[in-house]
């Protein structure tokens, strides 16, 4: 494991990061979603592809990287375009988990890997309109100290400028930045995925001209059963 620390608006970022088959000319980049870290994304893929050189980052705020503003998506592949520039990274393949599929889709890779990556805004239920409905009213009476019973689980215990990235990230709509994606995508999807829905990955898969779409039995984290398989579709394209 090793760290760079790049500059981005005037602050420092420390970025972690492993490298796997460093001879290798084909760069393969591959990217955690929300709450996850480069060691997930290592156990799934790090004994695949042996010819390609692997690239796990830990995305800022996340794992062993800084966070110490907050940031949108675009502000996430700005970071990793100056990261990519200071280690010399091709943007030869780049995969991409849930929110790391949205980063990966912005760094316009020659190939992009989305593992059921995020991006279709879809309706929030009533459950979830009500949780934010009732947590005004609190806060407007100064009871915002009852706010970890109303906020998702994947914004507990975050740090401020974190919880303020992950009230932004989530209302991103990528739909037309999916539709410009100028390369080819090889799109693979948990068909029992109950935080990005399918219907979410087969609108992608409409949306990107040059793609192939993969379902696999099992939910959200469904590549961790899968990758040596999603590694062949990789290798073969």
Known sequence: MAKKTISYKEYEFDI??????PKSSVDFVVLHGWGSNKGLMKQAFGNYLNDFRHIYIDLPGFGNSTAPISLNSYDYANILNIFFETLHVKKDIIAGHSFGGKVATLLEP???VLLSSAGIYLPKPFSIKAKIFFYKILKTFGLSKFREFFV?????????????TFKTVVNE???????KFPSKALICWGENDDATPLKAGLMISEYIKDSEFIKYNGDHYFFLNHSKDIANEIKNI
């Not at 972690?16 to 088959?21: R, V």
């Not at 709509?173 to 539709?179: A, H, L």
């Open 16 to 21: 972690s990061y492993e490298i796997l088959n």
């Open 173 to 179: 709509d990528f739909s037309e930045v999916f539709k």
């Open 110 to 112: 020659k190939l992009l």
């Open 152 to 164: 998702a689980e994947d914004a507990k215990k975050l740090s401020p400028q974190m919880y303020e």
